[in-house]
Each structure stands twice: as structure tokens, then as C-alpha cells.
């Protein structure tokens, strides 16, 4: 409760919309602790949806899922144009698996994907509610 009144919610969820990749572990490390007051504490939760954090963090969700893909599609074409064909290992008896998407993905994105979704989780759910909340855009996630 401290913590939440001394004002580090407000302060850690502008930190969602920043987009500069050498801030990524900075970003996920703000939506850690976001999530860790969320789960701890009720109020934060109710708090994050009210200064729009559930919002951010939905949008900021859709931009690296986007990032994801696009990259993801980037990375086939150039393995493709290189050597003529996907990448694939070999497993057991001759038949050959490409290798998953996960591992095109970078780490430190990877992380912050988890962190977004668990967020978003938490931010969605207010115990012994069981009406949606309106006004945020979590009816556009797919």
C-alpha cells in the first residue's frame, strides 16, 4: 500500500509506451513490477485499469506481437533467399522439422511478451466480479 501511494504505478506505466529498443529490459522490468503489485494487491489492479495502464499495456501487447510477426516473415525470406530452402533439423528416422518460431524470437522480447500478457491478466481480473470492464480495448485483442 505504501508503495502504491508513494506514486510508483503512475510513475512505471508511461515506461509501457516507451519504444526504444535499448529500453526493453526496462520496460519489461517495469511491467514485472506491475504485475507483482497487481497480484499482491487488489487496489493496484484497480488502480492500473483506472490510469489506463490495462490499455497501454494492451496496445504496447499488439505492437510487439506485430513485431513478432513481421520479423518472424522476415527472417523465413531470408533463409529461404539464402539457401534455397526453410530451415529444418533432423529428427530420428530421416524426417526433418523446421525449426520453431520461438527461436527467432529475441530473449529479452520474449520476456516482455510474458510479462505483457501476464499484466494484462491481472489487470482484467477484480475478484468476486464477474462483469467485464468497459471502456478499455481489451474486447479488441484477438
Known amino acids: ?9 503512475p510513475t512505471l506505466i508511461p515506461l509501457l509506451k516507451d519504444l526504444h529498443l535499448k529500453h526493453m529490459h526496462l520496460v519489461s522490468s517495469a511491467v514485472h513490477i506491475l504485475e507483482a503489485f ?14 489506463g495502464g490495462l490499455d ?11 513485431h513478432v510477426e513481421e520479423g518472424a516473415v522476415k527472417q523465413r525470406e531470408e533463409l ?6 526453410m530451415l529444418s533439423v533432423e529428427v530420428g528416422d530421416g524426417q526433418q522439422m523446421a525449426i520453431q518460431s520461438e527461436a527467432l524470437i529475441p530473449f529479452q522480447q520474449r520476456l516482455l511478451l510474458k510479462a505483457l500478457l501476464r499484466a494484462i491478466a491481472l489487470g482484467t481480473y477484480a475478484p468476486g466480479n464477474t462483469v467485464r470492464f468497459h471502456g478499455s480495448e481489451e474486447s479488441s485483442l484477438p
Do not use: H, Q
Not at 38 to 51: I, Q, V, W
Open 80 to 85: 529461404c533467399f539464402e539457401k534455397g530452402k
Open 38 to 51: 497487481m497480484d499482491y494487491s487488489n487496489p493496484a489492479g484497480t488502480l492500473f485499469r483506472d490510469l
Open 56 to 66: 497501454d499495456a494492451i496496445d504496447r501487447l499488439k505492437l510487439e506481437v506485430s
Open 1 to 9: 500500500a505504501a508503495l502504491r501511494e508513494a506514486g510508483l504505478i
